[in-house]
């Protein structure tokens, strides 16, 4: 049992790694394919677009098919498309097997987690989850810098890489995952898109949406951010990036625990503002290594813990469709990852290399603002431990539910209650 559910883990490390790892090699990629650094950041916004589109999309055509044939198909898909990729002989070409592997992604990511609810009692489908959607996390831990330092000479090899991984889960989960139970009965895409006529609900979502942007056009370009601290160099840029991802593990683990204890306002408004503070001093710690590191370490701490309190609160709003509402956080994130790809090139071109971070900062404020205004202490503090402990729980419930967030913050509310750790930003 635990061995089928560290092959799903594999593959959502496979995904993980595949979505992240770009941050690190863009410089070679736009020097290779003969384009600027801010178009090659594009691949990002592709692919998190088309996730955001189509997993809604995907999961109600496929919601009859078997499980495990709709975890085959995903993994075939996006692990020939990462080969499509390493192979690309021009931009054009490798933006369109970015959007083949976000299918991918976006078709098994969900079901990987419904499946692991399966595969476990009940009392211990938490714990199975957070297993899953740790692989998401160790990605970002572990994946992304050792992705970063293969692919230092040939970026190519970065996303051969991602192929044998991707591969390895496909024959593992052929052999050994058989005998699921039937699919049962999953909402249409009317259903699924009901929440968004709900105000409070598209507030919560418009607030997880801006601090992506906010978050990820600084992340998507750290290489361009960090390298008066680098000078260039792949191993000094490994470095930062596995700091970053050790930070993000961190941000992960002690989000949730903050939500328990301190409550949804207080995480969101204070790892907001730390972020933003990141965001603003980062052209001038970026000129130093140490620097550099302060600044991998403590963006990505506070950026994790505001992933975790992001679908607690949406959640929040109404506990019977807590699984449609994880799944539209999940869909905001994307959304806001591929907006911070425009974003994030518009403001190199327009504030420059060293400058572009400070673009990140105002929209961190305003994510910072929409949860003041969409929040509100409660006296003595007691009704909102009590709603921190409700969101918990229909987070759970969406987990159980297997509608699941592409990414680990989602998944980290839960995660904390559970002792095991979830998989961001």
Known sequence: MRLRLLLLALGTFAMGT???VMAGILGLIAHDLGVSVPAAGQMVTVFALSYAVLAPVLATAAARWP?????????????????????????????????????????????????????????????????????MTVATALGVPL???????DWRLTMWLVVVLGAAAFLGLALLLRDLPAPTAAPGLRTRLAPLRNGSVLAAAATTLVFFVAFHAVYIYLGTAVRPATGGDAGR????????????????????????????RTVLLTGGSLAALAFLTLPWVSVTMPGALVYAALSPLAGWAVAVALPHRLASLD?????????????????????????????????????????????????????????????????????????????????????????????????????????RP
Not at 147 to 153: A, F
């Open 18 to 20: 595949d979505s992240m």
């Open 67 to 135: 499980r495990r044939r709709v975890l085959l198909t995903a993994l075939t898909v996006f692990t020939a498309a990462n080969a499509l990729s390493a192979l690309a002989p021009n931009y054009p070409v490798l933006l369109a097997t970015r959007v083949l592997a976000a299918a991918g992604a976006a078709l098994y990511t969900p079901t990987a987690n419904a499946v692991a609810t399966m595969l476990v009692p009940a009392e211990r489908r938490g714990r199975a989850l957070a297993t899953v959607l740790g692989g």
């Open 147 to 153: 992705g970063t330092y293969i692919g230092r000479t």
């Open 237 to 264: 840029l490994s470095l930062i990036m596995l700091v970053s991802g050790l930070a993000s593990v961190a941000g992960n683990w002690l989000g949730g625990r903050a939500v328990d204890r301190l409550g949804v």
């Open 319 to 423: 506990p019977p469709n807590a699984p449609l509402l994880i799944s539209l956080n999940s869909s905001a994130l994307y959304l806001g990852m591929a907006a911070a790809g425009g974003v994030g090139s518009l403001a190199l071109t327009v504030l420059g290399d060293r400058w572009f971070p400070l673009a990140s900062a105002p929209l961190a404020l305003v994510a910072v603002i929409l949860a003041a205004v969409t929040t509100r202490r409660r006296r003595g503090g007691t009704a909102e431990t009590a709603e921190t402990a409700e969101t918990a729980e229909t987070a759970e419930t969406a987990e159980t539910a297997g509608t699941d967030a592409p990414t680990s913050s989602p998944r980290s509310a839960p995660a904390s209650k559970t002792g095991a750790p979830a998989a």
